[in-house]
């Protein structure tokens, strides 16, 4: 006990020493850790690196405040009088790195109490220097001025990023995004990069609500055939790469950094820092240096030199990177050798190809959420804790990138398909863009009874009436499917039933993420029925305490996989049996009227029949799953148009969604053919000129 008791002491008065040094040391590496990992979320939704971006962000700010805070109050002995000249230090900390200055989306509208903070620290900051600082050395305070004129700049700077990255402050250019500029530059990623710079208007008009259409002398010129035509699916590479442009637009300091004033703030705060660093090293050659602690010494000359190179890292990423080879490629020919080297650079550390989507997209399947181990360490604890839900959308969700016989190319190339096929059917003024899947059953011929309620109900009950139909019809099925199109049904149908359970928000309509519940219940409680606890494949299982087992429970998604293929299987035909009575009873409810999701298993099996109808009646002259994967496609398309622009915008800081690829990809069909009535850029709040060639906006670039 009494060893204790030292050992406490000790670590007091370790801390009551050297406590201010730690908390500097500590904000300094906080810095260094954002500057390194701060843009890996823009490909990434680990959550492991979620966790530590997040805790290193809010650490970031309360240490520096503290630390701050901590140097107004505390009286520095002689040996420790160093000590103030670092509270400048903390302002720049406080502006943090340029590649991340919110977290969340939510952070952007959280600039004005940013402002105050700005306020209160600078004038702590300010009192330090004057009270620790101004009585001493001449040169240890021009220091310290010099400081804390680069970190009030770059806190400032933070702050009208964070005003700047709201949705609601997105303005788009006069000047309207010429499809032509596509056909005229070639196809590798740093020339689709530039081509996403120049059409970036048509991403920020998307994601602030701005209806946008072309001059009529660009529809004049440019279709979406010519422009699809020539670049193909790399398309989806320009979309990627807006979207990437849009992260940058909301979450980092790009907005800013990229203006005559961003500039400036670059330019004084790297003089400021040189010049700091110069005057110290003065001071510690001059007689007057040995009076410091050697400690404080290093911690100050780390500080410096740290903060030295992140300033001239920062400099150097501002200069050479595309969005300066964006402005000087809009400046024309006087700005072409300076163009020349800085995309001569970028070839050799290739910036397009780190701005393109990882590739993924999340899976969840009901059948095999049902055929689940209820005896598992993980799944008992959540139900004891009450987060059962939490721990099946987090642990039975998975993801798919490719297989031997399928890939997100494949699918891009349906979607692809299925908006040109939209886009010339709305031409002829015979279809509707906010279809769910009738399109492709009328144009197939298979818009009768059921077949026409199951899309026209409510999204959320649609979605999963067609994920249970169509895991029944690939179960039941006796026709001969092409492996590549039952894998891309049953992807697409496990990414939408993704999208219904763990991330509703993504989904139009109420956010009703437990609507699947009911038929997961249904589905266990007939199996007790049928199979009591002999053979039941949703029995539990005996519980494993092996610890390999258990950590491989709590830390690997078991995402829907082939080794309960035939436990789903199993599952499906006694579905089916146990629904068959019921198959000429129940009646095609009204669209959009009262909920089914009681009874959705039983629409289900109905829909299968339906299909299983419709596979007899085209002996194998058309295959079923082209009409699945049809609805499945329009399904997404319309969820992509219909899901709100601020639920796009906070998935861009989890590694970006499929379907926000997909939603900004129809704006430019959209845009392209000019689909819309009249001419211009039109808002609620807001009718632009199009007379002005360059906007407010391009006036302030560098």
């Not at 007091?12 to 500097?24: A, E, S, T």
């Not at 939704?45 to 505390?74: C, P, R």
């Not at 067609?466 to 496990?494: F, G, M, P």
């Amino acid at each position: 006990m009494e060893a204790g008791v030292k050992e406490a002491g000790r670590l007091v008065d370790l801390w009551n020493k050297w406590g201010i040094q730690i908390l500097v040391l500590i904000s300094f590496t906080l810095q260094v850790f954002l500057l390194i990992f701060g843009g890996v979320r823009r490909r990434s939704s680990s959550n492991a690196l979620k966790f530590f971006l997040w805790s290193a962000y809010l650490l970031a700010d309360s240490t520096a405040i503290y630390t701050l805070g901590h140097l107004s109050v505390d009286d520095q002995s002689n040996e420790h009088e160093l000590v103030a000249f670092w509270a400048p230090f903390l302002l720049m900390h406080l502006g943090g790195p340029d590649n991340i200055t919110a977290y969340a989306l939510e952070d952007n509208t959280l600039w004005l109490r940013h402002l105050q903070t700005l306020a209160v620290q600078v004038l702590g900051a300010a009192y330090v220097i004057y009270r620790y600082v101004a009585g001493t050395a001449t040169l240890l305070l021009l220091a310290s001025i010099s400081m804390f004129v680069a970190g009030f700049l770059k806190y400032g700077e933070r702050i009208w990023a964070l005003k700047c990255g709201n949705i609601g402050s997105i303005t788009v250019s006069k000047f309207k995004p010429d499809p032509c500029q596509l056909l005229s530059m070639g196809t590798s990623e740093e020339e689709i990069l530039l081509g996403a710079h120049s059409q970036f208007d048509i991403c920020k008009g998307a994601f602030a609500d701005i209806i946008m259409l072309p001059n009529p002398s660009l529809l004049s010129r440019s279709k979406p055939r010519s422009v699809v035509s020539y670049m193909g699916e790399d398309l989806f590479k320009l979309v990627e790469m807006e979207l990437s442009l849009m992260y940058d637009f909301l979450y980092t300091k790009k907005a800013v950094i990229h203006t005559w004033y961003g500039f400036c703030i670059h330019f004084i705060s790297l003089l400021g820092t040189a010049t700091t660093f110069l005057l110290f090293q003065i001071i510690i050659g001059s007689n007057r240096g040995d009076g410091y602690s050697r400690v404080d010494v290093v911690i100050s000359y780390m500080l410096l030199v740290g903060a030295l190179v992140l300033e001239i890292i920062s400099v150097c990423r501002a200069l050479l990177s595309t969005w300066t080879c964006s402005v000087l490629h809009r400046r024309g020919k006087a700005w072409e050798w300076p163009l020349h080297v800085i995309t001569s650079f970028s070839r050799r550390v290739h910036p397009a190809s780190r701005r393109l989507w990882s590739g993924s997209i999340g899976q969840y399947n009901l059948f095999h959420l049902c055929t689940r181990n209820r005896n598992e360490i993980g799944t008992r604890l959540a139900m004891k804790l009450g987060l059962q839900e939490w721990w099946n959308k987090k642990h039975f969700s998975g993801t798919f990138s490719r297989t031997s016989s399928l890939s997100i190319q494949d699918l891009k190339k349906l979607v692809l398909q299925a908006l040109q096929d939209k886009d010339r059917a709305l031409q002829d003024k015979d279809t509707d863009l906010d279809s769910r899947g009738s399109f492709i059953l009328k144009s197939m011929e298979a818009y009768d009874d059921f077949a026409r309620w199951s899309v026209n109900i409510h999204f959320d009950e649609s979605i999963l009436v067609w994920h249970t139909a169509t895991e029944l019809y690939l179960r039941k099925s006796k026709a001969k499917h092409a492996n590549d199109l039952t894998e891309a049904a049953e992807v697409l149908s496990n990414y939408m039933m993704f999208l219904l359970v763990v991330k509703p928000d993504m989904l139009p309509g109420a956010a009703r993420c437990n609507v699947h519940l009911a038929s997961c219940e249904q589905i266990e409680g007939q199996c007790h029925m049928c199979f009591g606890d002999k053979e039941n494949p949703v029995a539990a299982s005996p519980v494993s305490w092996q610890p390999y087992c258990i950590l491989k429970e709590f830390f690997h998604h078991d995402g829907p996989n082939p080794s309960r293929i035939p436990l789903r299987e199993k599952l499906a035909e006694m579905v089916w049996s146990f629904s068959q009575f019921a198959l000429g009873t129940v009646k095609a409810p009204q669209p959009h009227g009262e909920s089914i999701r009681d009874n959705a298993n039983m629409y289900a099996v109905l829909l299968a029949d339906e299909l299983l109808g419709i596979e007899s009646r085209w002996h194998e002259q058309r295959d079923p799953l082209e009409l699945i994967l049809g609805v499945w496609v329009e399904m997404l398309l319309y969820a992509a148009r219909h899901c709100s622009q601020e639920s796009h915008a906070r998935q861009l800081s989890n590694g970006g969604e499929f379907i926000t690829i997909v939603s900004l990809l129809a704006h430019h069909f959209k845009y392209y053919s000019g689909a819309s009535r009249g001419i211009g850029n039109l808002s609620k709040n807001n009718m632009m000129s199009e007379n002005k060639p360059i906007s407010e906006n391009d006036e302030n670039l560098v």
